[in-house]
């Protein structure tokens, strides 16, 4: 009886899987945002096999090989110091990957409990003072915050993630907020309460699952702005400390070259484009996942 | 023997959804005379606001498309009028007041700017051009003549700022501003509480009265057109299956479907229960051939399954579309 | 009447929030390891003249006196001296200052008009391949930081194609108008000194357009998609079928509703323009107040970091505010709401 009561449950699953995924398809551009992100992922992970010359990542001097223009040998060209742009923009890509999903993986479960708590204690002290802080850290362009704490701390990778999470969680905490205050006085959230349930099976049980697809969809969108973030950030030169390479102290160093080497700086620009494009479809493509058809009458 | 105001000839039309057509209008047949108050009843979906609509003209092109028939009015077939002439008819011909007063206003706007343009665009033309403030005279005539106090501060008003009675009045006024020959009412009243629906439904009445105007009032509810209109028809799955002088629909009902709406309503005296009718409309994706109540039918007979019924007169003025006749 | 009292309100709240900000600031400057004094000085100066600048620094005295202190100064528009500059930090404001507000002002107009018009245009001609050609434009504005714009627009129209040119507010040639404003655009304007203003409008151009590309995206899809949204509401079917002309629903009646979102964002849009500057500045040699107080994060020049994060708080908190003033204006379901006490 029990067995057949999970495979039932696993079958429902796997057709709201096969539904979700239906709508998802509908849209070819969506389809082009998962192959672009997988792909991103995968160089991002086997950046070291891909690269033709995986010593560019690191200290490595070859004037001979300087400064050569996009050819055979070195697709995107080389450096000043004889480095291949290719793969440094492997390498970056794995930098910059590797950033935003460590942001999102603190920011999201942070301001989203946030905004959990806020949102169901509305109208008590607990919503006032964490919605106030909230306010104040939004009343702050996004990127003096960031700048102004890299300042302070050490410039190099941990520090500036630091400074993104700092400057992003309260985005989360109003989604959420927003969301959870708005279910808050649904029936089945009341109807939970007078059954006696308690506030955390209130909270992750009943509430949390129906704001998840808004937080899913912003989360994928998400990737993207952190990594121009990080990017801007490290064109800064508040970000990775060089030898590593990274797409933004990529493009701040070849604008030093313009127009002459022009390689240097258009690579590592497009490959920002392209990677957070790919986040971008994506993420719309979940967003469309969850949007109700609407009959028509 | 006067000639119709406005009829609509076996209208057939779909829209064009992703799936398939919705075959929404199955052979519409819809008479109004001059200075008529025409009942239309039918449940949720049968196809009326779409019927009015394509009257107007007012479906998005992209979507919809009548595949036959023709809607005729003084004498000329709307389907096949040129953008400005519909537009004419638009402005001083047919209006339509419909179902959602809030929805029907624009929220940004005074009343008065809205009034006022709907006035300006309706009775000025090339030979009488009004100034603005006989154009604001004439607003305030409208709004007096929909009953609602204070017309001058009305003016003024944004819509969020009255309540849905007065709202719906505003939109009267609007609809009378631009239309001199027909109005048509989408279920006013449904929205607001019992009282204020009364009211509604008495101003109507009383302005086709005053002005002559004919009427054609939509309602899912029987009981509403009862004492306001002079006609019914009943409307199901996108055609007309009954239509009759309304008192004789009431007394005398022969379509199944009428009589079944008719049993549903819950009565303060006679025999207890109400009944009602089992099934739903049919899918307009996929919709039965021949009749198409036919699925819910009692009486059904292996006839109704093949062919649709045409209207069958039964006595004078009250004609059926079904095979038991 | 009662919309005084709510403007009061709301500028209570936003002299609230600044005083919270310049607490944030001032703990984060206290909280930077080192010396200011010596800092200031340098790391040869003897000892006894950094303990005399300590004491005039009341860097001895606990920190709520010393942020009293601060505060003082800040609201007489003395933030102390540059580390960097070697002048008063007030001094440097007033040069750099003018110079990103004139940027950011022509990039905001960039934003409003194109943005706007763009997202009009798409959400009237919804799924034509002028929408199309809208959406692509949002996409990759989206997607692109605004160093990237830079960096492109300078190559193509700079370089290869020789247009505009590509470093600096004003050629060397050209005399720059008397300085009233600090805007060279208007001052010129003031002056009557067109050569002065078709110069200084040449140099704006790129700049402004690559800060704004990704606001100008943002706007115009939710433009897009709010009049593509209204365009099926049922007062637009109620004005049609009351015979009201279709050029007067298009430019009036569903305009004025659909850019009332846009219009929302604008005060965030400024604010990330403000703060999103100094990229466009560095690439284009800006003398702007973002680039100098990037440098001034970057050397540890804290006097002058407080009084950039500080002002850029307050313009940005100015906008929102005068954002909300024109929402409330277009918007009567808004203000009305607003005047209830919602």
Same mark, same amino acid.
């Given at each position: 009886?029990?067995?057949?009561?999970?495979?039932?449950?696993?079958?429902?699953?796997?057709?709201?899987?096969?539904?979700?995924?239906?709508?998802?398809?509908?849209?070819?551009?969506?389809?082009?945002?998962?192959?672009?992100?997988?792909?991103?992922?995968?160089?991002?992970?086997?950046?070291?096999?891909?690269?033709?010359?995986?010593?560019?990542?690191?200290?490595?001097?070859?004037?001979?090989?300087?400064?050569?223009?996009?050819?055979?040998?070195?697709?995107?060209?080389?450096?000043? !110091?004889?480095?291949?742009?290719?793969?440094?923009?492997?390498?970056?890509?794995?930098?910059?990957?590797?950033?935003?999903?460590?942001?999102?993986?603190?920011v999201v479960p942070v301001g989203g409990i946030l905004g959990l708590i806020a949102g169901y204690y509305r109208?008590?002290?607990i919503e006032?003072?964490i919605m106030?802080i909230v306010?104040?850290?939004l009343?702050?362009?996004?990127?003096?915050?960031?700048?102004?704490?890299?300042?302070?701390?050490?410039?190099?990778?941990?520090?500036?993630?630091?400074?993104?999470?700092?400057?992003?969680w309260p985005w989360y905490t109003r989604l959420v907020y927003g969301n959870v205050s708005s279910l808050r006085?649904?029936?089945?959230?009341?109807?939970?309460?007078?059954?006696?349930?308690?506030?955390?099976?209130?909270l992750?049980?009943?509430i949390l699952?129906?704001c998840l697809?808004v937080i899913?969809?912003k989360?994928?969108?998400?990737?993207?702005?952190?990594?121009?973030?990080?990017?801007?950030?490290?064109?800064?030169?508040?970000?990775?400390?060089?030898?590593?390479?990274?797409?933004?102290?990529?493009?701040?160093?070849?604008?030093?070259?313009?127009?002459?080497?022009?390689? @240097?700086?258009?690579?590592?620009?497009?490959?920002?484009?392209?990677?957070?494009?790919?986040?971008?479809?994506?993420?719309?493509? &979940?967003?469309?996942?969850?949007?109700?058809?609407?009959?028509? #009458? | 023997?006067?000639?119709? +105001?406005?009829?609509?000839?076996?209208?057939?039309?779909?829209?064009?959804?992703?799936?398939?057509?919705?075959?929404?209008?199955?052979?519409?047949?819809?008479?109004?005379?001059?200075?008529?108050?025409?009942?239309?009843?039918?449940?949720?979906?049968?196809?009326?606001?779409?019927?009015?609509?394509? @009257?107007?003209?007012?479906?998005?092109?992209?979507?919809?498309?009548?595949?036959?028939?023709? @809607?005729?009015?003084?004498?000329?077939?709307?389907?096949?009028?040129?953008?400005?002439?519909?537009?004419?008819?638009?402005?001083?011909?047919?209006?339509?007041?419909?179902?959602?007063?809030?929805?029907?206003?624009?929220?940004?706007?005074?009343?008065?700017?809205?009034?006022?343009?709907?006035?300006?665009?309706?009775?000025?033309?090339?030979?009488?051009?009004?100034?603005?403030?006989?154009?604001?005279?004439?607003?305030?005539?409208?709004?007096?003549?929909?009953?609602?106090?204070?017309?001058?501060?009305?003016?003024?008003?944004?819509?969020?700022?009255?309540?849905?009675?007065?709202?719906?009045?505003?939109?009267?006024?609007?609809?009378?501003?631009?239309?001199?020959?027909?109005?048509?009412?989408?279920?006013?009243?449904?929205?607001?509480?019992?009282?204020?629906?009364?009211?509604?439904?008495?101003?109507?009445?009383?302005?086709?009265?005053?002005?002559?105007?004919?009427?054609?009032?939509?309602?899912?509810?029987?009981?509403?057109?009862?004492?306001?209109?002079?006609?019914?028809?009943?409307?199901?799955?996108?055609?007309?299956?009954?239509?009759?002088?309304?008192?004789? +629909?009431?007394?005398? *009902?022969?379509?199944?479907?009428?009589?079944?709406?008719?049993?549903?309503?819950?009565?303060?005296?006679?025999?207890?229960?109400?009944?009602?009718?089992?099934?739903?409309?049919?899918?307009?994706?996929?919709? *039965?051939?021949?009749?198409?109540?036919?699925?819910?039918?009692?009486?059904?007979?292996?006839?109704?399954?093949?062919?649709?019924?045409?209207?069958?007169?039964?006595?004078?003025?009250?004609?059926?579309?079904?095979?038991?006749? | 009447?009662?919309?005084?009292?709510?403007?009061?309100?709301?500028?209570?709240? &936003?002299?609230?929030?600044?005083?919270?900000?310049? &607490?944030?600031?001032?703990?984060?400057?206290?909280?930077?390891?080192?010396?200011?004094?010596?800092?200031?000085?340098?790391?040869?100066?003897?000892?006894?003249?950094?303990?005399?600048?300590?004491?005039?620094?009341?860097?001895?005295?606990?920190?709520?006196?010393?942020?009293?202190?601060?505060?003082?100064?800040?609201?007489?528009?003395?933030?102390?001296?540059?580390?960097?500059?070697?002048?008063?930090?007030?001094?440097?404001?007033?040069?750099?200052?003018?110079?990103?507000?004139? +940027?950011?002002?022509?990039?905001?107009?960039?934003?409003?008009?194109?943005?706007?018009?763009?997202?009009?245009?798409?959400?009237?001609?919804?799924?034509?391949?002028?929408?199309?050609?809208?959406?692509?434009?949002?996409?990759?504005?989206?997607?692109?930081?605004?160093?990237?714009? #830079?960096?492109?627009?300078?190559?193509? !129209?700079?370089?290869?194609?020789?247009?505009?040119?590509?470093?600096?507010?004003?050629?060397?040639?050209?005399?720059?108008?008397?300085?009233?404003?600090?805007?060279?655009?208007?001052?010129?304007?003031?002056?009557?000194?067109?050569?002065?203003?078709?110069?200084?409008?040449?140099?704006?151009?790129?700049? #402004?357009?690559?800060?704004?590309?990704?606001?100008?995206?943002?706007?115009?899809?939710?433009?897009?998609?709010?009049?593509?949204?209204?365009?099926?509401?049922?007062?637009?079917?109620?004005?049609?079928?009351?015979?009201?002309?279709?050029?007067?629903?298009?430019?009036?009646?569903?305009?004025?509703?659909?850019?009332?979102?846009?219009?929302?964002?604008?005060?965030?849009?400024?604010?990330?323009?403000?703060?999103?500057?100094?990229?466009?500045?560095?690439?284009?040699?800006?003398?702007?107040?973002?680039?100098?107080?990037?440098?001034?994060?970057?050397?540890?020049?804290?006097?002058?970091?407080?009084?950039?994060? +500080?002002?850029?708080?307050?313009?940005?908190?100015? #906008?929102?505010?005068?954002?909300?003033? &024109?929402?409330?204006?277009?918007?009567?379901?808004?203000?009305?709401?607003?005047?209830?006490?919602?």
């Amino acid at each position: 009886m029990e067995e057949s009561i999970n495979t039932q449950f696993a079958i429902k699953k796997f057709d709201n899987f096969k539904r979700n995924w239906y709508k998802f398809s509908r849209s070819p551009l969506s389809i082009i945002g998962l192959i672009m992100v997988i792909s991103v992922i995968f160089i991002a992970i086997f950046a070291p096999y891909l690269s033709p010359y995986p010593e560019s990542a690191g200290n490595y001097i070859n004037f001979l090989e300087a400064s050569q223009p996009p050819g055979l040998s070195h697709l995107f060209g080389t450096d000043v !110091f004889g480095r291949d742009i290719l793969s440094r923009i492997f390498y970056g890509v794995r930098v910059s990957l590797s950033m935003a999903l460590m942001v999102i993986v603190i920011v999201v479960p942070v301001g989203g409990i946030l905004g959990l708590i806020a949102g169901y204690y509305r109208g008590t002290w607990i919503e006032n003072l964490i919605m106030r802080i909230v306010d104040v850290f939004l009343a702050i362009p996004p990127l003096i915050l960031a700048l102004a704490i890299c300042s302070v701390l050490s410039p190099n990778l941990f520090n500036a993630m630091l400074a993104v999470c700092l400057m992003w969680w309260p985005w989360y905490t109003r989604l959420v907020y927003g969301n959870v205050s708005s279910l808050r006085g649904e029936f089945f959230v009341q109807a939970a309460e007078i059954s006696g349930a308690g506030t955390f099976h209130i909270l992750f049980r009943e509430i949390l699952p129906n704001c998840l697809s808004v937080i899913l969809t912003k989360m994928t969108l998400d990737i993207g702005i952190v990594i121009l973030l990080g990017s801007s950030l490290s064109f800064v030169g508040l970000g990775t400390q060089p030898p590593t390479p990274d797409l933004g102290t990529m493009i701040a160093d070849g604008a030093k070259y313009l127009p002459e080497q022009w390689w @240097i700086a258009v690579f590592p620009g497009i490959a920002i484009m392209l990677i957070v494009l790919a986040f971008n479809l994506l993420g719309d493509g &979940i967003r469309d996942m969850f949007v109700v058809e609407g009959g028509g #009458a | 023997m006067q000639n119709p +105001l406005l009829n609509t000839k076996d209208l057939y039309l779909q829209f064009k959804v992703y799936g398939g057509n919705l075959k929404v209008l199955n052979g519409v047949d819809f008479t109004v005379w001059p200075g008529e108050r025409v009942g239309l009843v039918g449940e949720t979906g049968c196809g009326k606001t779409t019927t009015m609509k394509s @009257i107007l003209r007012v479906l998005p092109v992209s979507q919809s498309k009548v595949t036959k028939g023709e @809607i005729i009015f003084k004498g000329k077939d709307i389907l096949k009028m040129s953008k400005t002439e519909i537009q004419q008819v638009r402005k001083e011909r047919i209006s339509m007041i419909f179902q959602d007063p809030t929805a029907s206003l624009n929220p940004v706007f005074t009343i008065g700017n809205q009034l006022q343009d709907v006035i300006k665009f309706s009775k000025v033309s090339k030979k009488n051009n009004i100034g603005n403030k006989e154009i604001k005279a004439q607003a305030i005539a409208m709004l007096k003549k929909v009953s609602l106090p204070d017309p001058e501060r009305m003016l003024k008003s944004f819509p969020i700022q009255l309540s849905g009675g007065m709202r719906q009045r505003v939109c009267i006024a609007m609809a009378l501003a631009s239309s001199n020959d027909l109005m048509i009412a989408d279920e006013p009243g449904t929205s607001l509480d019992v009282t204020i629906k009364d009211q509604i439904l008495n101003l109507l009445s009383e302005l086709v009265k005053n002005t002559g105007i004919s009427i054609i009032l939509i309602s899912h509810a029987l009981g509403a057109v009862r004492n306001i209109t002079d006609r019914t028809y009943v409307m199901y799955a996108g055609y007309m299956v009954e239509v009759a002088k309304t008192k004789e +629909l009431f007394n005398n *009902p022969l379509h199944p479907y009428t009589k079944g709406l008719l049993n549903a309503i819950p009565r303060l005296t006679g025999k207890g229960k109400m009944k009602g009718i089992s099934g739903y409309i049919p899918g307009y994706l996929d919709p *039965p051939t021949g009749c198409r109540f036919y699925p819910r039918c009692q009486d059904a007979k292996i006839v109704c399954k093949k062919k649709k019924p045409p209207f069958i007169k039964v006595s004078e003025g009250h004609e059926v579309a079904c095979w038991l006749f | 009447m009662v919309n005084l009292i709510i403007f009061l309100k709301r500028l209570l709240y &936003i002299l609230l929030v600044l005083l919270a900000l310049s &607490i944030l600031i001032f703990a984060i400057a206290r909280v930077v390891p080192g010396d200011p004094a010596r800092a200031a000085l340098g790391p040869r100066t003897p000892e006894k003249i950094i303990q005399q600048l300590r004491e005039e620094m009341h860097l001895n005295e606990p920190l709520h006196v010393q942020y009293y202190y601060w505060l003082e100064g800040v609201i007489r528009g003395d933030f102390g001296k540059s580390l960097v500059t070697r002048r008063s930090v007030h001094e440097d404001i007033k040069i750099f200052f003018p110079a990103t507000i004139e +940027l950011v002002l022509f990039s905001m107009i960039f934003i409003t008009l194109v943005g706007i018009g763009l997202g009009a245009v798409c959400g009237l001609n919804k799924n034509t391949w002028i929408d199309n050609l809208g959406r692509l434009n949002s996409y990759i504005g989206v997607v692109t930081p605004s160093f990237v714009f #830079a960096i492109f627009f300078m190559l193509i !129209f700079g370089y290869i194609l020789e247009i505009v040119p590509t470093a600096g507010r004003i050629s060397a040639e050209v005399i720059a108008p008397p300085k009233i404003t600090g805007l060279i655009t208007i001052d010129a304007l003031i002056a009557g000194n067109f050569l002065a203003f078709w110069d200084a409008i040449k140099h704006l151009i790129l700049p #402004a357009i690559s800060l704004g590309m990704a606001g100008m995206a943002q706007v115009s899809r939710i433009t897009r998609s709010t009049m593509a949204d209204n365009s099926e509401r049922d007062y637009i079917i109620a004005e049609r079928s009351y015979g009201i002309p279709e050029h007067i629903i298009m430019y009036r009646y569903l305009l004025k509703p659909s850019i009332i979102p846009s219009v929302s964002i604008l005060g965030l849009q400024f604010g990330s323009l403000l703060g999103n500057a100094f990229l466009v500045e560095l690439i284009f040699r800006w003398p702007g107040l973002s680039r100098y107080g990037m440098n001034a994060i970057l050397s540890k020049d804290l006097n002058a970091t407080s009084a950039v994060v +500080l002002i850029i708080g307050i313009c940005y908190a100015i #906008a929102n505010m005068i954002v909300d003033i &024109i929402v409330n204006l277009l918007d009567p379901r808004i203000r009305l709401q607003n005047e209830r006490g919602e």
